[in-house]
């Protein structure tokens, strides 16, 4: 299985090279990337309402890299507490708020300082203050309660862990249970070969560290999920330099994933 980085992969340059990778977005969304950015993007590829989009302070927007819409596989209610486990500029963690509303609460967790600089900026402008949270850390180890939140939202970021099984015993231990899992992210139709999982170009560009999608429900299952299951696809790569290179070749694609605790 595809849960762990292979042997002798460099995970601490792994980890510099995607904090630089966002540290980038955040300060310049429009540079270049091997991957798409944007409002305009959300709305065409991943069927965000661009209405709904466009009330958002336009900074988190510009900053939004995500490869699915996690937003989509669920509802979320209204005095629910959600957590973003890597909520980079905030577009997702800012729609989630909104929907718990002031009897709620929405955390936002992330490794990138000029990332949680934007989220916590455009959380004041869009008068969310009160009920977002946005706190330092990784998704290996969140500073969150045990069994404290009802929903954990995910948008193109595990495929980026090198071990895999942290993350998904970090979402349940914080779920409540009967919690949901509300996950979009890479996944790829056959499995990688080692010389592509152990390129670090690679990893950051969100390919060399993706599941093979049949992995991906028994991953859920063995720490402990229920009903796993995929809800929706995405071509997040479609005219992107990512895809050009390898991402075709590779059979890449996101996925919408549902799993409950």
Not at 162 to 189: C, N, T, W
Request: include cysteine; charge should be negative.
């Amino acid at each position: 299985m595809a849960i762990a980085s292979p042997a002798g992969f460099d995970v601490a340059a792994l980890r510099t090279q995607v904090l630089a990778t966002y540290d980038r977005v955040a300060r310049d969304p429009t540079g270049e990337f091997h991957f798409h950015r944007g409002p305009r993007y959300a709305a065409d590829y991943l069927h965000y309402d661009a209405d709904e989009l466009a009330s958002l302070p336009a900074q988190c927007t510009a900053c939004f890299a995500g490869v699915g819409n996690p937003l989509r596989i669920g509802p979320i209610h209204p005095g629910e507490t959600v957590l973003d486990h890597a909520c980079g500029a905030g577009m997702d963690l800012l729609l989630a708020a909104r929907r718990v509303g002031p009897a709620g609460h929405a955390f936002g967790v992330d490794m990138t300082p000029a990332m949680r600089e934007v989220a916590s900026s455009a959380a004041a402008e869009a008068g969310l203050g009160a009920i977002v949270t946005i706190r330092a850390g990784l998704f290996e180890q969140l500073p969150i309660n045990d069994e404290s939140v009802d929903v954990v939202i995910s948008n193109g970021v595990v495929n980026l862990a090198p071990d895999k099984s942290r993350v998904f015993a970090e979402i349940h231990r914080v779920l409540r249970p009967g919690g949901r899992l509300y996950m979009a992210d890479v996944v790829v139709q056959r499995e990688l070969k080692n010389e592509v999982r152990s390129n670090p170009d690679l990893w950051a560009a969100c390919i060399a560290g993706a599941l093979p999608e049949p992995e991906l429900a028994e991953i859920a299952q063995a720490f402990g999920f229920r009903g796993p299951r995929i809800t929706e696809r995405f071509d997040c790569f479609r005219d992107t330099t990512a895809q050009a290179k390898v991402a075709g070749d590779l059979h890449v694609q996101a996925v919408n994933f549902l799993a409950f605790k």
